[in-house]
């Protein structure tokens, strides 16, 4: 009997081990499984922050590009309206200057007095082009941010702070003052 029981105890040590064999085995798996589904969702989870990463990355990009072009562009304008404004500002002089003649021609039928008038009416059409465009002063309340007054005068007939003579054409281009009108103010 001796024999059958250690034959009996040695079968199912034997079975035990074959069992725990099996959970280890069927654990191991188990494990193996676990680790590439947690691997899996780890890489998943890095995928898609690195595609969060790059679409901020490419929202700042193409942000920055937008501000760019607009830069880009307010800067052109700027520069095309200050060249405009100097080349403009150099002008005047010669266009005040034509202005006198036309104003102290005697003779109004002689070519050389049309021809002043030509050139002045040309300069004047330019300058319209360009989007300069005289300052209304005479009979115009005085405003300080577009006339500059070189004389006061006690003048009855007129409002107070009205504009009563012109002595220098002042312009503006689009909302800028080029040169202030030089003007007498009555009182």
Known sequence: MDKEKMQEQTEETVENTEVKEENTTEETVETV???K????????????????????????????FENFRKRSNSE????YSNG???????????????????????DKEDPMYKGVEMIL????EILENLGVKEIPS??????????S????????SCDENVVVEVFQKGYTLGDK???????KVAN
């Open 121 to 124: 009416k040309q300069f004047m």
């Open 138 to 147: 005479k009979g115009e309340p005085f405003d300080p941010n577009v006339h």
């Open 33 to 35: 499984e676990e680790n």
């Open 37 to 64: 589904e947690s691997t899996m969702e780890e890489k998943l989870e890095e995928a898609q922050k690195q595609a969060k990463d790059n679409l901020d990355k490419y929202i700042r990009q193409l942000a920055e």
């Open 84 to 106: 405009v404004r100097d080349t403009v500002e150099k002008l005047l002089p010669v266009i005040d200057n034509f202005e006198r003649a036309v104003e102290a021609a005697d």
């Open 76 to 79: 052109k304008t700027a520069m």
């Open 177 to 183: 003052v080029i040169r202030p009108s030089m003007v």
């Open 149 to 156: 007054a070189v004389m006061h005068v006690d003048d009855e």
